[in-house]
């Protein structure tokens, strides 16, 4: 269950709390067949483990939490397909039919983006895996500018990466992302964090209720 994710200090605490009353169900029943009181204090122990292993975790930003256990699952392949660009725009309460999500995947399904993101993985990882020191190197140098909308003659600079979000990123690598991030893993998170930046930077023009109509 742990493989790949580093819980943190505070994840280990719950986990020795929670595995002394599974303990102490154990001790109970005496090394015997277990009682209807132990059975139960062993399911209810079970049942908080997996409550307090699926901590959601806030982005510093914009109103979207991040839950472990289906991040977990996410990287593991139980993904039905969709990238987690997708899965951000669903928590933001964009429509699934919007036509934002067309001009996306047309962009991201090129062969000209992933050649690009395979340069970037080969110049940035160690080993054939991405460190958060890489994952930060590429957020810092994703800039350029956009048209607000459908205003030709407006553009605007994509904002850029803020001092928070760094430390955000560092406290959470290996937590959020695979500690052994390849190449796939990678291009899933660029295109997650390119499309997050250009939430933000039209949600900071024009509101993001505006933006999801």
């Known amino acids: 269950y742990f493989q790949g994710y580093n819980m943190g200090p505070a994840m280990g605490r719950k986990r020795k709390v929670l595995l002394g009353f599974l303990a102490l169900a154990i001790a109970v029943s005496g090394g015997k067949r277990l009682s209807s009181w132990a059975l139960q204090l062993l399911l209810w122990t079970r049942y ?7 901590v959601e975790i ?29 899965w951000y725009l669903d928590s933001l309460g964009f429509s699934p039919n919007s036509a934002i999500r067309g001009h996306i ?14 340069k970037v993985f080969e110049h940035l990882s160690i080993d054939g895996t991405m460190p958060v020191e ?4 590429f957020s810092r ?39 052994k991030c390849t190449f796939e893993d990678f291009k899933r998170m660029t295109e997650l964090f390119m499309v997050r930046r250009t939430v933000i930077t039209l949600a ?8 999801r109509r």
């Open 141 to 179: 140098g994703f800039s350029g500018s956009m048209h607000v909308l459908v205003q030709s003659k407006h553009v605007m600079p994509v904002s850029q990466i803020k001092p928070e979000e760094e430390q955000w990123m560092t406290d959470h690598w290996g937590v959020i992302f695979p500690e």
């Open 134 to 137: 890489g994952a930060l190197t």
């Open 204 to 211: 900071d023009y024009v509101g993001l209720e505006m933006l």
């Open 58 to 86: 806030k982005d510093p930003r914009t109103p979207v939490s991040i839950s472990l256990d289906a991040i977990r699952k996410y990287f593991q392949g139980y993904n039905m397909g969709r990238q987690l660009w997708e």
């Open 105 to 118: 995947r047309g962009l991201f399904n090129g062969q000209r983006h992933e050649d690009l993101m395979f």
């Open 48 to 54: 908080c483990v997996r409550r307090c292993l699926d």
